[in-house]
């Protein structure tokens, strides 16, 4: 045995007793069970709810955290129209034409289990606003995964839709990360994304258009963000990591390194500065970049960053008019009210919707949302100037192939008044569940 | 038959060793219990279909990897320790026992969490490349890199430790057996 197992094996005599986390794995499981959690419908039985009022009013009471830390009340009544249906086809549509289709409600991809090619069919897509569904051919594909016996479908690569829905930005096959301008069919190519072809199907890409369609971001890895040094290392195979994420302005197509390797928070309409989060070297901090791809200024974020889960543009949205930016963190009330620690998701934790001023980078509220979301939350838009859109989507890879669900459970969508914390069914799907999904949100 | 029948026992046997390697991805006695329980609570919920395959520690194990790897976006925020590594002495210094146990540890925990699962897996699992990147689900290239990377940064901050590197060294790319 070398030396570094061995000291690895003491450090494992340091571990704490199991003790009776048996009873209690057996006991979540069971509570698990009962609620329905991990089942393929939508469940939003929250504790003190009847299921009478639940069918009466679709919706949970959704308990709203003030500043002051008081807990409030606020009804979950609707809030705006009936929910929107949408059929996702499971049937692979056609590919889009060279020639302009008109602008996109949406982009999404599905799970496509049980489908004979789900490669193809699980390839990113678009919904136009005359309810055509296109494949989007030349996009970069999702990753078939097998083990032991069972396949996963890993998430494609990255693809968002402009808020106007006129534009698609995504990364196609070649590695090119290209918009395309919806209404024409012209395509720009812009930049490659470094990585083999086997390790970009792997990447972890996240991109975020501005709320005005001037600008977007990408952050990106062809293996992993967390295998990227900040002074572009190479790799064991003499490959230059090169920058890890890019800002594009979409109305000059000119392309901006950004500084830190990861994360993107928000991307501000007009040229306010990109708030962006060094996760990896200092979290507690804030950073304005401005259009050169330069730090213009760093804020305190430590109040935020304690309680954000998730460092990255799929977790945090900047309102319409740059004033407002949200962000999902998770809450374990058991282990807060005993240590004042965050970051344990022992037993059941509560999703809370933040709202953050963007200025400063300090807290102005905290949402409790139905205890239906959970970590794999998404903040999918502002859909207006007063409430966000959050779908809570199963994730991408093991919990899906695991829990054997026909289908992509639990991914409709909600809006979340910011000022009042209501919320009220705003999409749902049909029986195909989008695994991926990218709204147009400027759209009426 | 109760569902979750054997699942206790299961535990009871394999449960403290499942501990360790939580303890060692996550550095955190607390962290090493949540992740445990999640993933305890994943297999029970499962346990009656894994149960016949007759190897729910792989499961486990495989659970605890992935489960690991996915907080890895919960805990970017958190996890950057307050501690400041204990200066690196002469070689005498080092090769005390504790003071390389408690380098190491707080080496590791400066390390991004997929570099930790890599090394844990590759050099305290003694698991193969092929067989670690079915576990995280990557590439076997994906291994490679993030084990360099995790050497090289393990040297970097730990000095003192380079011989437990080098040690290692011939074995990263060809495999532990």
């Given at each position: 045995m070398n030396r570094l197992r061995h000291t690895?094996?003491?450090?494992?005599?340091?571990?704490?007793?199991?003790?009776?986390?048996?009873?209690?794995?057996?006991?979540?499981?069971?509570?698990r069970s009962r609620l329905g959690i991990g089942g393929s419908a939508v469940g939003l039985a929250v504790a003190g709810v009847t299921a009478a009022a639940l069918v009466a009013t679709g919706l949970p009471e959704v308990p709203l955290l003030r500043e002051d830390g008081n807990i409030t009340a606020a009804s979950g009544e609707r809030t705006g129209e009936a929910a929107e249906r949408i059929e996702l086809p499971e049937a692979t549509p056609d590919p889009l034409p060279a020639s302009g289709v008109g602008p996109a409600e949406l982009a999404y991809a599905l799970n496509c289990r049980g489908v004979?090619?789900?490669?193809?069919?699980?390839?990113p897509r678009i919904l136009t606003a005359d309810g055509r569904h296109w494949r989007v051919a030349d996009a970069l594909p999702?990753?078939?995964?097998?083990?032991?016996?069972?396949?996963?479908?890993?998430?494609?690569?990255?693809?968002?839709?402009?808020?106007?829905?006129?534009?698609?930005?995504?990364?196609?096959?070649?590695?090119?990360?290209?918009?395309?301008?919806?209404?024409?069919?012209?395509?720009?190519?812009l930049f490659s994304v470094s990585g083999k072809e086997e390790d970009l199907a792997w990447g972890d890409m996240r991109l975020r258009w501005s709320p005005d369609g001037r600008r977007v971001t990408l952050h990106y890895s062809s293996l992993d963000l967390d295998a990227y040094p900040p002074d572009g290392e190479v790799n064991p195979d003499g490959?230059?990591?090169?920058?890890?994420?890019?800002?594009?302005?979409?109305?000059?197509?000119?392309?901006?390194?950004?500084?830190?390797?990861?994360?993107?928070?928000?991307?501000?309409?007009?040229?306010?500065?990109?708030?962006?989060?060094?996760?990896?070297?200092?979290?507690?901090?804030?950073?304005?970049?401005?259009?050169?791809?330069?730090?213009?200024?760093?804020?305190?974020?430590?109040?935020?960053?304690?309680?954000?889960?998730?460092?990255?543009?799929?977790?945090?949205?900047?309102?319409?008019?740059?004033?407002s930016m949200v962000g999902i963190s998770m809450v374990d009330e058991g282990r807060e009210r005993s240590k004042g620690d965050t970051r344990s998701m022992s037993s059941d934790p509560r999703v809370e919707l933040l709202v953050i001023d963007p200025t400063t980078g300090r807290l102005r509220l905290r949402h409790r949302l139905p205890a239906s979301f959970n970590a794999n939350t998404d903040i999918l838009g502002w859909a207006d100037g007063s409430s966000v859109l959050a779908g809570e989507f199963p994730g991408d890879g093991f919990d899906a192939m695991l829990d054997e669900v026909p289908g992509w459970h639990g991914s409709d969508v909600y809006a979340v008044n910011v000022e009042t914390g209501q919320i009220g069914k705003a999409l749902e799907f049909g029986e195909a569940k989008p695994a991926l999904l990218s709204l147009a949100t400027g759209l009426p | 038959m109760d569902r979750y029948e054997g699942f206790c026992e299961f535990v009871a046997a394999r449960g403290q060793a499942l501990?360790?390697?939580?303890?060692?991805?996550?550095?955190?006695?607390?962290?090493?219990?949540?992740?445990?329980?999640?993933?305890?609570?994943?297999?029970?919920?499962?346990?009656?279909?894994?149960?016949?395959?007759?190897?729910?520690?792989?499961?486990?194990?495989?659970?605890?990897?992935?489960?690991?790897?996915?907080?890895?976006?919960?805990?970017?925020?958190?996890?950057?320790?307050?501690?400041?590594?204990?200066?690196?002495?002469?070689?005498?210094?080092?090769?005390?026992?504790?003071?390389?146990?408690?380098?190491?540890?707080?080496?590791?925990?400066?390390?991004?969490?997929?570099?930790?699962?890599?090394?844990?897996?590759?050099?305290?699992?003694?698991?193969?490349?092929?067989?670690?990147?079915?576990?995280?689900?990557?590439?076997?290239?994906?291994?490679?890199?993030?084990?360099?990377?995790?050497?090289?940064?393990l040297r970097a901050l730990t000095p003192g430790l380079g011989d437990l590197m080098t040690e290692i060294e011939p074995t990263t790319t060809g495999g532990m057996r």
């Open positions: 690895l094996e003491e450090i494992t005599r340091e571990a704490p007793p199991v003790g009776d986390l048996a009873e209690r794995a057996v006991a979540r499981a069971r509570r004979s090619d789900r490669v193809e069919c699980a390839t999702p990753t078939l995964e097998e083990h032991n016996g069972q396949v996963s479908l890993q998430r494609p690569g990255g693809f968002a839709v402009s808020p106007d829905g006129s534009r698609l930005a995504y990364v196609r096959k070649d590695g090119k990360f290209v918009i395309r301008e919806l209404v024409t069919g012209d395509v720009t190519p490959q230059d990591f090169g920058p890890t994420g890019m800002l594009v302005d979409t109305e000059t197509m000119e392309t901006v390194p950004l500084p830190a390797p990861c994360c993107v928070l928000a991307l501000p309409p007009g040229d306010r500065p990109v708030l962006m989060q060094d996760s990896y070297d200092n979290a507690s901090e804030l950073l304005a970049i401005g259009p050169d791809g330069t730090i213009q200024e760093r804020l305190p974020f430590d109040e935020v960053a304690r309680l954000l889960i998730y460092s990255g543009t799929e977790w945090t949205r900047i309102s319409p008019d740059g004033e | 501990m360790g390697t939580a303890y060692l991805l996550t550095g955190d006695r607390h962290l090493a219990e949540d992740l445990l329980q999640d993933v305890l609570s994943k297999l029970a919920r499962r346990w009656r279909r894994i149960r016949p395959d007759g190897n729910p520690e792989a499961y486990a194990r495989t659970a605890l990897y992935r489960e690991y790897v996915s907080w890895r976006r919960v805990r970017r925020n958190q996890e950057l320790p307050s501690e400041n590594l204990p200066e690196p002495g002469g070689s005498e210094d080092i090769a005390d026992q504790a003071v390389r146990r408690i380098t190491l540890r707080q080496a590791l925990a400066r390390l991004t969490p997929r570099q930790r699962a890599v090394l844990v897996l590759r050099f305290y699992e003694d698991r193969t490349e092929a067989e670690t990147a079915r576990l995280m689900e990557c590439s076997v290239g994906t291994v490679k890199s993030q084990t360099h990377l995790a050497l090289k940064r």
